[in-house]
């Protein structure tokens, strides 16, 4: 499979909290594999902005280490002063007077202009009240935010409006990483580029949908943040929301931001509130090499929760009655997302009551090995009669396009070159980000007001006994993690 790389206009791109962990682990070398693949012109300018007194020389040696600790490509040393070429440094404060002056006059008002907002929320306002004082903003440009988009509905409705003070809609680009996975857009692409699937996507034919996005680390360095937000917070309100939403959404007339957009929105205002015995949390226990929770963050009381299993209903025409049983977690058992749309049993088994209990069942498998399986019924191979067997058509995607992995851009890289390119597709608007606090605030208020403490569970194992509980009751199960 060749992939085809259309190079973006040249561009100025400013990265606000240049010197921090995001910028380090995901930006830059994002820039510099999109920059190696041809699609960012050489005359672009990167310019980092931060707080310390930085040289550009200090700066492009953090840069130059932040892409070799993270690519395992073989860089070639050539490669890499070119990308370097493109970068400049400010020291900026964000809440003060310096810098501002210096970088606008770095910025090229012919090109591209685009501001990246790796920063706490707490200086979007700042920010944004700055690049409008020192009037570098005008209708062109653009800015990025990262999660956390608030924490709460109340917070995200703040931030929103502090941006909009300064910036149109179509100037903001919600950063959900999610969104820019490949095999999260080959959702649509399985929907809605196929007449198989859609006759078939609804409650008449479909018994329940999982969405499993599981990991095998913990906390790691980000305690503080991590115990103030828990698995709802910091998954489900995001990353699941978009999967449950791109699984569900009705077909949106074309594929350009607000179609797409509007349809998600109409999922998210459809959930049902979640009963409280349909959600189970939970916190991991320790393992051989690390930690519990409660030591991770460092608060012995804790009552955060590292594990989330919600049964959560949409109520609309096309999904009534059909349970989605969503989960994800920290220190479980592989890594590993992927979404079941399990189908029903069949009306009636020519062969016999014994043949029952096999369901159709399509699994789009986000990470690792990107691929759709599509589990169906055959005949046992050999005599012995009619005896029958399931088993997985399975299109894993590396084998069957013959697809180098590692070629495919990672999610960051396709939605830098998105905010370039102007395309808000893959991002979330503001609307959407206030519906799905609207749907999210009860459940998290629902634990507060009962003092809820999350369940205990092995590290290496797939959540909580509960969480299994969770199907098992109403006689299904949940695919094994592995
Ligand atoms: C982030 C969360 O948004 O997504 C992390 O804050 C989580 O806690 C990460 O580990 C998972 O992303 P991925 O791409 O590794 O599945």
New binding site residues.
Partial sequence: MVSRVIPVRSFDLVIFGATGDLAKRKIFPSLFRRFLAGQVPQDSQIIGAARSNLSRKTFSDLVKNSIKNVNELNIKENDLKKFLKCLNYIQIDATGSDGWNELKKVLRPSKIQAFYFSVSPSIFGSLAQSLHNYEITHENIRIVVE?PFGRNLETSKQLNIILSEHFKEEQIYRID??LG?ETVQNLMAIRFGNMLFEPLWNAQYVDHIQIT?S?T?GVGD?SEY?DHSGAMR??VQ??LMQLLCLIAMEPPARFEPDSVRDEKLKVIRALDPVAPHHIVRGQYGSGSDHADYRADVDNKNSKTESFVALKVNISNYRWAGVPFYIRTG?RLKA?T?EIAVVFKEKPHSIFGPEARNHQNALIIRL?PDEGITMDVTIKEPGPGGMRLIDVPLDMTFSETLGLDVDAVPD?YERLIMDVIRGNQTLFMRGDEVEAAWRWTDPIINGWIERNDVPKPYDSGSSGPYDSLNLLEREGRKWREIM
């Fill in positions: 999660k990483h999610y996975k996005v990991e680390v980000r991590y910091d998954m995001n990353h920290k890594r997302s990470q999610a």
